[in-house]
């Protein structure tokens, strides 16, 4: 029978998990909630979604505006059996205690403390983790990027020190009142709390990572130094190695993707909706091999990146799928998304 699944909070990430729930062949979408009308209220209706209020949100203010709502995320509670809070940070902190009362299992995101879930959780870092578990924590997009490219290597050769710079992206495009505009920012905490995320997953990795935010919403951009004790004798081993995974997509020059920009029209391009791009973006001429230590650049997509993460965490948690490998292959041809190759 199809697991079902509940969304609280329903903005840039839970509007996405949503409509990868209703595409996935296991899994059955209950209803979503919002504290507030808005046009994204209105469009989960018209998706055919459940609408339930959330929060301190008023059902009289969404029949106002003419929004038929089904009851109150208590009541949606009752009905499923795992939530995922979309909430923004650190609300679903809050929220857990109503997930517990209710007895659901629940999915948190990145923007909560790793504390919220009993595990922290990437399909291809440590899906395993998550079997039986009533919590987990989807890490965040930077750290979903890291993990997935630490996964790859540190299965294939031994990493001795990962290094990574992340040129963080200001906003997400639908957000007006974060910055900068116009400036570049250097997070001043070194490290940045990102190295310490990925080893919320895999803690042996000696990671460090420091950050920059500048004024783009499109995508985030890491700048990774990865020295190894035993590692890829070419660039052309690493870049073979990332294009047999699923979830990478390397261009190559002749493809003309210079960077962010047309990395955002090839997703326009290929319509998987809200031009989403959830696989880790490299450049095949991004990627140096020098010795004992690989160079490379990989792009994210902030808003999409966690999307099959998210369906994959329900998998594990259900133990719907005997590995990671089946999770993630049913999940990808789910979205439309084309696997190695
Ligand atoms: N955006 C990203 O780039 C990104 C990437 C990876 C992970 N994440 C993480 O994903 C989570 C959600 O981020 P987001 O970007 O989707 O935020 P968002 O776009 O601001 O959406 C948050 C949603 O939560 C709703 N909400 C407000 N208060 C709530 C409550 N008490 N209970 C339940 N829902 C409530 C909001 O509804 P109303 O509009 O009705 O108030 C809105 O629909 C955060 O932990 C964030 O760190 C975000």
Redo the contacts with the bound molecule.
């Keep these: 029978m199809a697991v079902r699944v509940a969304v ?7 509007k996405r998990v949503a409509a990868a729930v209703v595409k996935q062949p296991d899994m059955t979408l209950v209803g979503v ?4 009308p ?1 046009f ?1 209220a209105r469009e989960a209706l018209q998706s055919g979604y459940r609408l339930y209020v ?2 301190a ?1 008023d059902p009289a203010e969404f029949e106002k505006v003419g929004l038929r709502t089904a009851g109150r995320i208590e009541e949606l509670l009752q009905d499923v059996d795992v939530v995922v809070d ?4 650190r ?2 902190q ?2 857990a205690r109503l997930y517990q009362k209710a007895g659901v299992r629940a999915v948190f ?4 403390k790793s504390e919220v879930a009993e595990v922290s959780f990437n399909a291809l870092a440590n899906y395993a983790a998550a079997k039986d578990h009533r919590t987990v924590r989807v890490v ?2 930077n750290t979903t990027g890291l993990a997935r490219a630490a996964a790859i290597l540190t299965t294939r050769w031994e990493v001795d020190h990962w290094e990574a710079t992340i040129v963080r992206r200001a906003a ?1 495009p639908a957000e007006t009142k974060r910055g900068p505009l116009n400036g570049i920012i250097p997070t001043l905490q070194i490290p940045s709390h990102h190295g310490h995320d990925v080893n919320t997953i895999l803690p042996n990795l000696h990671i460090t990572t420091t950050a920059v935010v500048v004024p783009t919403t499109l995508m985030h951009v890491h700048v990774n130094n990865v020295r190894f004790r035993t590692g890829p004798k070419s660039a052309a081993e690493l870049v073979e190695a990332l294009r047999r995974t699923p979830r990478f997509h390397v261009f190559s020059r002749w493809e003309g993707i210079q960077g962010t920009p047309q990395v955002m029209e090839f997703a326009r391009d290929r319509g998987l909706g809200r031009s989403d791009m959830m696989e880790n973006v490299l450049w095949e001429e991004g990627v140096r091999v020098d010795g004992r230590t690989a160079t490379f650049f990989q792009a994210i997509h ?2 999409s990146v ?1 999307i099959p993460e998210v369906i994959d965490a329900i998998r594990a948690m259900f133990d719907l799928a005997p590995d990671a490998a089946r999770s993630i292959a049913i999940t990808d041809r789910a979205l439309g998304l084309s696997g190695p190759g």
């Design positions: 609280n909070g329903f903005g840039t990430i839970g909630a919002k504290t507030r808005s994204e959330t929060g949100g979309a909430a923004p940070d609300v679903g809050e929220n995101q990145g923007g909560e965040s997009c997400d902030q808003e966690v």
